[in-house]
């Protein structure tokens, strides 16, 4: 990982999110499950209801095991999910930069977005569980749109 200068927060949201992966939202078997979960999402009316600039026709792309990360490019609204990373954690996140896709790609407000996308589509627990990982990593979080 490669931090990035405008992106202090980097390192500890990612830290953050490692601690408690295990935990957070199912685990996606196939790339099947990962589709009908970005799907589910984006389909969900309390995501256009809470997000209402959010891209809901976005491109969904499948990244080799060799690939470094999965990540998003929200100017041409792309997320491209690492085999191995299928997971409902790592969707979500992805999907927060879609959402936010401010100065600092990791800062505050898409602590925040990611934040709302864990309790809505993980549970409860699992948002008490990255809350409590993001302060415990030092993560600012900002206030809930």
Excluded: K
Excluded at 3 to 20: G, I, M, R, T
Excluded at 27 to 35: A, I, K, P, Q, S
Excluded at 71 to 87: E, Q, T
Excluded at 116 to 122: K, M, N, Q, T
């Amino acid at each position: 990982m490669t931090l990035q200068p405008n992106d202090p927060q980097q390192h500890a949201v990612y830290a953050a999110e490692d601690s408690v992966l295990a935990g957070v939202g199912p685990r996606l078997r196939r790339w099947r499950d990962v589709e009908r979960f970005v799907e589910s999402v984006l389909g969900d009316p309390v995501y256009l209801e809470r997000f209402p600039d959010a891209p809901l026709d976005i491109t969904l792309q499948r990244r080799s095991r060799s690939a470094t990360a999965s990540l998003a490019v929200p100017a041409h609204r792309v997320v491209a999910i690492r085999d191995g990373s299928w997971n409902a954690l790592t969707v979500l996140h992805e999907l927060a930069h879609l959402i936010d896709h401010g100065a600092q790609p990791h800062g505050p407000q898409f602590a925040a977005v990611e934040l709302e996308l864990v309790r809505r589509w993980c549970g409860f627990d699992a948002y008490v569980a990255l809350r409590t990982a993001f302060a415990g990593h030092g993560v600012v979080i900002g206030p809930m749109r």
